[in-house]
């Protein structure tokens, strides 16, 4: 039976002009989220290089790594500055600074990374860099090396030196040699072979799975999906435990974070060309 709507179109004809109206719509929203989303991915990687490039400068200019930021809801807060303890050695919860110290004891060696103290733009209400997506979780993450160099004999290391990558001439003091003989921060193309939190090397199985054993630091983007916490033991979990152990690879479902990093050789050029070094 034929249903005739005296105004000139039937419920059908109706049903089914809105139908392809909305594959059309389909067609050219979705495209468009994806150029969204791609666009976002490249500025936040050119954030990434931009704070890598002022993480060398800071060196450059300093002799030293600087430290992370560090967040907190009250009035703790470094505010996008560098954190240190107050005291030169051990954690210093309750004992925290953004006066520079020194002795180079970061009150966290794996936090934001310092966007008031390197002068990086965008950032948040409370000063900190954050990637394309900017959400409260897309804080750009930065990790720095806990390194001590222990002096043993003359022909090791002439001497012995604390936080050697972010204590005041700790690179020059502890010496290139030694510091390069040491195991930095890693970074692995898939899932390290211990939990998040624990790990200290990258699955082996079957091939050695590290991108770099010697990065003096690293930075993180948590990307689109910053707000959801990871699922446990899976690659984006490494990205915000606190070992010295990061995880990148090309996107999956469950992995869209971005990770980049200096080798400790890098800076060492960069620096003797400065004449921060040796």
């Not at 990434?48 to 992370?68: M, S, Y």
């Not at 520079?100 to 990086?120: E, I, K």
């Not at 869209?256 to 040796?278: E, Y």
């Amino acid at each position: 039976m034929k249903i005739i709507s005296k105004n000139g179109f039937s419920l059908i004809e109706i049903a089914v002009v809105l139908v392809i109206l909305s594959i059309l719509l389909a067609a050219v929203v979705i495209p468009i989220a994806s150029q969204v989303e791609q666009k976002r991915t490249v500025e936040t990687s050119r954030q990434l290089e931009l704070a890598k490039e002022a993480i060398i400068g800071f060196a450059l200019a300093n002799g030293r790594l600087p430290c992370p930021a560090r967040f907190s809801s009250d009035a703790s807060n470094s505010r996008g500055k560098e954190s240190f303890c107050i005291a030169s050695t051990g954690p210093c919860v309750g004992a925290e600074t953004t006066t520079v110290q020194s002795h180079g004891n970061c009150s966290n060696f794996v936090g934001l990374v310092p966007s008031a103290t390197l002068g990086l733009a965008p950032t948040d209400e409370f000063g900190f860099a954050v990637d394309a997506w900017q959400l409260a979780q897309n804080r750009i993450r930065y990790a720095v090396m806990d390194l001590d160099v222990i002096g043993v004999t003359a022909t090791s290391c002439p001497t012995t030196q604390t936080n050697a990558l972010t204590a005041e001439n700790g690179m020059r003091n502890a010496t290139m040699s030694c510091i390069a003989g040491k195991d930095l921060l890693r970074v692995c193309s898939s899932k390290p072979a211990a939990a998040p939190g624990s790990a200290v090397s990258c699955d082996t199985v079957p091939i050695d799975r590290h991108l770099t054993r010697n990065a003096p630091f690293v930075l993180i983007s948590l990307g689109k999906n910053a707000a959801s916490i990871p699922t446990a033991g899976t690659d984006e979990a490494h990205n915000i435990d606190l070992d010295n152990v990061f995880v990148t690879h090309n996107p999956a479902p469950e992995f869209d974070d971005l990770v980049t990093w200096s080798s400790i050789n890098t800076l060492f050029a960069r620096m003797v060309q400065a004449g921060k070094l040796p």
